[in-house]
């Protein structure tokens, strides 16, 4: 049997070149136990991921983190990653971003960048960094617009920034952003921790729905808004990846790859790595792709629910995270068995403190 039977290859990586990163948010998604730097891939590695990558279909690679500027190879990856025809996208902090940097990964193919805020002025902003960023980013977006490049920014909402929204989407507006990200933290890694004091309220939420709507009418064909919602509050869960190992893989730094970038929290699953065996392989054929892939392994309600074709049963690493068990329909759904699990969540008191990363 052909192993690529009735798979289809892969559009995007994500390539998390480092966890190193000079920032300390407490909704960072990233595993508590990071990848020590010398555990990472060095760049000979990386650059054979590329090609497998290419090789395999991949046409999108986000360079990722961590901090992605802080791999003194960045440079290289970017010149191989476009000369193998590949849309390469920048996510960054913007800290360390120069108008020579920005300006020499332009040449080098760069075509995109994604830069994080973490809210709409310096003293909110850098509060929840954890470090003085704000007007480095403001900076960074400077030279990203004058060299050229499309700039999306991506706010993570919580708790201690939502009321600065409409803030935020007049910041995005001043960096020249064509997208603007608002997704609201989803609870992996480092952020289930701080889950109870990042979760914003109900009125949060409420408050939160007519300025999106009402700015993503003003904005229409200046600057696309994509608004991710806070799912604990919603009836059905999110399409999460558009189905396991369907259309993207995370590579960690140390070259584990992953369905997803929190997969790695699915202690159950094994977990292979560019390091033991080849790109195609892990996808076409490895038990961590294959265990959730399309509809076998789903149990009821998903089994027999029209939905599943829509959110595929929503996400499995929340329901590995809510319930022990990866396979359970995704607990935020109310036509899961666990969904109380979910609403007990939102009725803790949650009048606590983050815990910053690092
Ligand atoms: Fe989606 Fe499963 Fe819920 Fe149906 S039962 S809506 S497929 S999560
Ligand atoms: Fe891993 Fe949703 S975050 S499947």
Redesign the pocket.
């Known amino acids: 049997m052909d192993v690529t039977d009735g798979v289809a290859a892969p559009l995007g990586m994500l390539a998390e070149l480092t966890h190193r990163c000079p920032l300390h948010c407490p909704y960072c998604s990233n595993p508590v136990e990071l990848v020590a730097r010398a555990a990472e891939l060095d760049t000979a590695e990386w650059l054979d991921v590329l090609e497998q990558a290419r090789a395999l279909g991949v046409l999108q690679v986000h360079l990722s983190g961590g901090e992605p500027l802080a791999r003194r190879d960045l440079p290289e990856l970017v010149t191989r990653a476009s000369e193998l025809g590949c849309y390469v996208n920048l996510v960054t902090s913007g800290l360390g971003l120069t108008a020579e940097r920005v300006a020499d990964l332009a040449d080098r193919g760069l075509a995109h960048v994604q830069l994080s805020v973490q809210g709409a002025e310096a003293a909110r902003a850098d509060r929840i960094a954890g470090a003085r960023a704000h007007e480095r980013k403001i900076a960074a977006a400077e030279v990203v617009t004058a060299a050229g490049l499309p700039l999306t920014v991506n706010a993570v909402l919580n708790r201690a920034n939502h009321d600065q929204l409409p803030g935020i989407i007049a910041l995005a507006e001043r960096m020249g952003a064509e997208r603007l990200e608002l997704a609201n933290t989803q609870y992996y890694g480092w952020a289930l921790r701080n889950r109870a004091a990042l979760q914003p309220t109900r009125e949060q939420l409420a408050a939160a729905e007519p300025v999106v709507r009402a700015a993503t009418e003003r904005l229409r064909g200046r600057m696309e808004i994509v608004y991710v919602l806070a799912d604990y509050h919603e009836e059905?869960?999110k399409p999460c990846m558009y189905g396991w190992g369907s259309r993207q893989f995370t590579v960690a730094p140390d070259g584990r790859v992953l369905p997803c970038p929190a997969a790695s929290v699915i202690d159950t699953l094994p977990v292979a790595s560019v390091r033991e065996r080849p790109l195609a392989e892990i996808w076409y054929a490895s038990e961590t792709f294959n265990a959730y892939r399309g509809e076998d392994w789903?149990a009821e309600?998903?089994r027999s629910?029209?939905?599943?074709t829509?959110?595929?049963?929503?996400c499995r690493c929340q329901a590995f995270l809510l319930t022990g068990d990866a396979a359970a329909?995704?607990p935020?759904?109310?036509?899961?068995p666990n969904r109380g699990m979910v609403d007990a969540l939102l009725r803790a008191p949650a009048d606590v403190e983050f815990v910053m990363r690092g």
């Open positions: 059905f869960p789903m309600p998903c629910c029209a939905r599943r829509v959110d595929f049963g929503g329909t995704d935020v759904c109310s036509r899961s």
